[in-house]
């Protein structure tokens, strides 16, 4: 069965969860303090026991889902910006350029050129989009609540429309009670360990072809009216202005002075804004432009670290 997901980070955690009742002790952990000495490193150390202890408990519930990483194909298109008009072509195309221009934003002041990377994800995209585009027997597809999600869906729908896949459909749920009892918030699958990926199947469902034509109008609708943003509002998916998420913004202007990152941690993390930092961090940037904003300080190590405060009335 092909696994279709809308993210480059969802469709990296497929490929752990397809064997996750292996060995996952490999990656990188980061660990932050402001501890020096010794009192640093026993933090550490107690950061590591925890983190390992953890691991150890999802090996015991994990549910590998089984299959090579040739059977994944992440759409991640970014469906929810830009054009979704034009065609999406192998060489230069709207899409494309709003693929470029997201992965050409410098937060840090380390990037250099980025044509080769920008080609290279672009290529892995169109090769994913060949895979569903040859419309396998059945295909199951993980679908969460953020816009790219939702638009990536319609995005499918509309392309098989008519066509014989079968498409098995795993929402995320909004919240997860765990084996401990705490509950949890997931707000896409990208939050979520490999090990609990395969869990989630009892979930699954079976689409029904009117619901696929009905999801498949939708997204034609949208590309009739082709708005710069489009965003999910009572579970639907609806077209928007740039400055829809302004207002959620503006509820983190600092009250005296703040890093830019502070800004875009908090939009993201309390008022719960389902785009990427890199949205936030344009619209901040639009906010300077506009003089709503003032930068205070530059500190060479890029916009994210630059220091803002809100313009005198």
């Known amino acids: 069965m092909?696994?279709?997901c809308f993210s480059d980070s969802v469709k990296g955690a497929l490929a752990l969860a397809q064997h996750c009742d292996k060995d996952m002790a490999g990656g990188a952990l980061s660990f932050i303090t402001d501890r020096k000495g010794p009192a640093a490193w026993l933090a550490k150390w107690k950061a590591l026991r925890e983190y390992k202890k953890r691991q150890e408990e999802l090996?015991?519930?994990a549910v590998p889902l089984g299959g090579k990483r040739e059977d994944i194909a992440g759409l991640s298109f970014g469906f929810s910006e830009g054009d979704i008009q034009a065609p999406i072509l192998p060489g230069e195309c709207p899409r494309k350029e709003y693929i470029r221009?997201?992965?050409?934003?410098?937060p840090y002041c380390e990037l250099g050129e980025r044509e080769e990377p920008t080609q290279a994800f672009w290529s892995a995209c169109l090769a994913d989009l060949e895979k569903?585009?040859?419309?396998?027997?059945?295909?199951?597809?993980?679908?969460?609540?953020t816009p790219n999600a939702q638009c990536g869906l319609l995005f499918l729908a509309n392309l098989l429309e008519?066509?014989?896949?079968?498409?098995?459909?795993?929402?995320?749920?909004?919240?997860?009670?765990?084996?401990?009892?705490?509950?949890?918030?997931?707000?896409?699958?990208?939050?979520?360990?490999?090990?609990?990926?395969?869990?989630?199947?009892?979930?699954?469902?079976?689409?029904r072809r009117e619901e696929l034509s009905a999801l498949a109008r939708q997204?034609?609708?949208?590309?009739?009216?082709?708005?710069?943003?489009?965003?999910?509002?009572?579970?639907?998916?609806?077209?928007?202005p740039l400055s829809y998420y302004d207002p959620l913004i503006?509820?983190?202007?600092?009250?005296?002075?703040?890093?830019?990152?502070?800004?875009?941690?908090?939009?993201?993390?309390?008022q719960k804004i389902p785009t990427g930092d890199v949205f936030i961090a344009r619209r901040i940037q639009h906010f300077i432009d506009q003089g709503e904003l003032v930068v205070l300080e530059k500190t060479g190590r890029g916009f994210y670290s630059t220091r803002v405060a809100c313009a005198p009335k």
């Not at 569903?132 to 609540?145: F, G, I, K, T």
């Open 250 to 270: 503006r509820k983190e202007f600092p009250a005296q002075s703040c890093e830019v990152a502070r800004i875009i941690g908090l939009s993201l993390g309390r």
């Open 101 to 106: 221009q997201w992965l050409a934003f410098d």
């Open 59 to 61: 090996a015991k519930i």
């Open 2 to 4: 092909l696994e279709v």
């Open 219 to 240: 997204w034609r609708q949208l590309q009739a009216e082709n708005a710069p943003l489009r965003v999910v509002e009572g579970g639907r998916v609806v077209s928007a």
């Open 132 to 145: 569903v585009q040859a419309a396998p027997p059945r295909l199951r597809v993980w679908v969460d609540h």
């Open 162 to 207: 008519g066509k014989e896949t079968e498409i098995h459909l795993v929402e995320l749920p909004r919240a997860v009670t765990r084996e401990d009892g705490c509950v949890v918030e997931y707000r896409s699958w990208g939050e979520v360990e490999p090990q609990r990926f395969g869990t989630f199947l009892n979930r699954e469902r079976v689409m």
